[in-house]
Nanobody, 118 residues
């Protein structure tokens, strides 16, 4: 039914770049706010970035100026371009779809690992 599938994670050196992608199916994509969250081992999940149907974006302070979120409503995809990566960015990154005002309509992908290390 509802599926959010992330891809693009991997191992990268500090200062490097990585691009994550999320393909959504089973939802009316253009009615959802899309987002990226991340969770490091032993830490709570935190918001990284969100984007509305109209393209309004929001970023965590820790990634402003380094990460960029975008969406393609025609292809039901959302991406996260990550530049100037730091070891602190190491985490499992999750794609999220949320319909504002509806607690039930909140979906997650399986996650993709991003490791930043020299």
């Amino acid at each position: 039914q509802v599926q959010l599938v992330e891809s693009g994670g991997g191992l990268v050196q500090p200062g490097g770049s990585l691009r994550l992608s999320c393909a959504a199916s089973g939802i009316t994509f253009n009615t959802y706010v899309m987002g990226w969250y991340r969770q490091a081992p032993g830490q709570q999940r935190e918001l990284v970035a969100t984007i509305t149907r109209g393209g309004k974006t929001n970023y965590a302070d820790s990634v402003k100026g380094r990460f960029s979120i975008s969406r393609d409503n025609a292809k039901n995809t959302v991406s996260l371009q990550m530049n100037s990566l730091k070891p602190e960015d190491t985490a499992v990154y999750y794609c999220n779809a949320n319909m504002p005002g509806y607690i039930t309509y909140n979906f997650w992908g399986q996650g993709t690992q991003v490791t930043v290390s020299s």
